[in-house]
């Protein structure tokens, strides 16, 4: 058995990267997990994953304890696939223990070092999915989270939302998701849902990887000078968050991945503690809700 025998979690852009990892450690501690993204064929996009893939691993991962995963071809920017995504979870599962927001649409000039004005509108499709996509997750979760009266709904962002890092819609998107998941705190506390966020450092993603390898030049040096973390220690932290039985008490707060690890004794697969980069990049701006009430009162 293991600490989440039972529970079932929606982890949104699990073909690959850093919501891979967390399905599978989820999974591994009993979840079921509904596994998301757009990659159903191998060689539909230039890395490696698909959601098929992932979820093979994690009934692989899950089999003792016994967590499984159920893929789901998902692009988040349609929202009547959203909407049949979730009408499923309730049908199939009856219940909604954790949704984790990872999907994130980066563009493909992310890197590159030209001002707002010189790039394309386009680009707003990391508004699209990554902010709007964040919130219609999180209000169908919701649907199926408040009549049970319990939930963690976690938001992956970063410490762009204090340091600018790779543009003006890169840094918004994550600033608006940091506050909005803090305002959904405020909105879900009487339900006994919980809201957080959690800023990663560098993951060594399967993207990650690849630009370090090809674009390490065009990179900021805060990043590259990180050690990084496998894809799978945030998905170590988020397990110690759903288990955690005072988990409101931490609700509507923006945490640094790194330093939650250390409040929970979490390790990444390795067993390195992994760096807080508060010092270098920036410090939060929301605290949990139970110790500070933003609530204009």
Wanted: aromatic share 8%; hydrophobic share 40%; glycine share 10%.
């Amino acid at each position: 058995m293991g600490n989440l025998t039972g529970k079932v979690a929606v982890v949104t852009g699990a073909s690959r990267g850093i919501g891979r990892g967390i399905a599978l450690v989820l999974a591994e501690q009993g979840c079921t997990v509904y596994v998301t993204g757009r990659t159903v064929n191998p060689g539909d996009y230039y890395l490696s994953g698909t959601v098929g893939e992932t979820a093979a691993q994690c009934n692989e991962r899950g089999r003792d304890s016994g967590g499984k995963g159920i893929a789901i071809a998902c692009d988040h920017a349609d929202d009547a696939a959203v909407a049949a995504l979730f009408d499923r979870v309730r049908t199939e599962a009856g219940r909604l223990d954790i949704l984790v927001n990872n999907a994130f649409q980066l563009s493909d000039d992310l890197l590159e070092p030209k001002p707002f004005w010189e790039k394309p509108l386009s680009n707003l499709e990391m508004w699209d999915v990554g902010v709007r996509s964040n919130f219609i997750a999180a209000w169908h979760a919701a649907k199926i989270m408040a009549p049970q009266k319990s939930g963690l709904i976690v938001a992956i962002s970063g410490y762009t939302g204090v340091t600018y890092t790779y543009g003006v819609i890169f840094g918004t998107s994550k600033s608006a998701v940091d506050r909005m998941s803090r305002d959904m705190a405020i909105e879900l506390e009487p339900y006994n849902i919980a809201s957080v966020v959690m800023w990663q450092g560098l993951t060594l993603t399967e993207k990650a990887r690849y630009n370090l390898d090809k674009m390490a030049a065009k990179m900021t040096t805060s990043v590259t000078g990180q050690t990084g973390s496998t894809v799978e220690h945030p998905g170590r932290v988020i397990a110690a968050m759903a288990a955690d039985p005072d988990i409101m008490k931490r609700s509507g707060a923006t945490y640094i991945t790194a330093e939650l690890a250390d409040e929970y004794g979490v390790t990444d697969v390795d067993g390195r503690r992994i760096e807080s980069m508060r010092a270098k990049r920036g410090s939060p701006l929301w605290g949990p809700i139970s110790e500070n009430d933003y609530r204009g009162k």
